[in-house]
């Protein structure tokens, strides 16, 4: 049986957003917010950040993920794609598609304006439908973009994620890739 991302979404959706992540799709299997997978690229990387910057440590076992999740969501963060159907790339765009995850974006920002401290997006391609969206609602949130973490920018992704969440934290940053 397939399990409905938006459910799962919604399952560690946090009070207050604070940090907004905003990424591509959700993948064509596994998914960020399913308790129940292993820790992928994104969730790995992020969880890796978390273990680091909060001190937490989230173990090997079976509960790895559900232990971050709940991490994640009570400290504020959120993970948002921009697309809702799995694997839809942004390369690949149709302008009544754009439109619908401008939207959707909008809509979640109208809500949560008022405690957003950080936009993150974790696709380049997606950025400046991002700005806009935080434009057009008037966020005055910090944006920053990182690159998805593949095998080959996972080492990229960890550390300007690790930065970006310091700097959120108010915790001192380190000065180059180099320190870590």
């Known amino acids: 049986m397939t399990k409905n ?9 946090p009070d207050r957003i604070r940090f907004l992540m905003v990424g591509e799709s959700p993948p064509r299997k596994g998914f960020f917010y399913d308790p129940e997978s292993s820790l992928k690229s994104l969730s790995r990387g992020t969880a890796e950040v978390f273990e680091e910057v909060y001190g937490e440590d989230y173990g090997k076992g079976e509960d790895q993920k559900l232990l971050f999740l709940n991490s994640f969501q009570s400290k ?44 993150v997006t974790v696709w380049p391609e997606i950025s ?45 940053r380190s000065h180059s890739r180099n320190d870590r």
């Open 76 to 119: 504020g963060f959120y993970l948002h794609d921009f697309y809702a159907v799995r694997g839809k790339k942004v390369r690949r765009r149709r302008w009544d598609d754009i439109y619908e995850g401008i939207d959707e974006l909008r809509s979640l920002l109208e809500v949560s304006k008022a405690d957003i401290g950080r936009v």
């Open 128 to 172: 400046d439908i991002v700005d806009e969206a935080l434009w057009k609602e008037e966020i005055k949130a910090l944006h920053r973009i990182v690159p998805f973490p593949s095998n080959v920018s996972m080492k990229v992704y960890k550390w300007r994620i690790s930065e970006i969440v310091k700097e959120f934290e108010g915790r001192p």
């Open 5 to 13: 991302p938006a459910k799962m979404r919604e399952d560690f959706k």
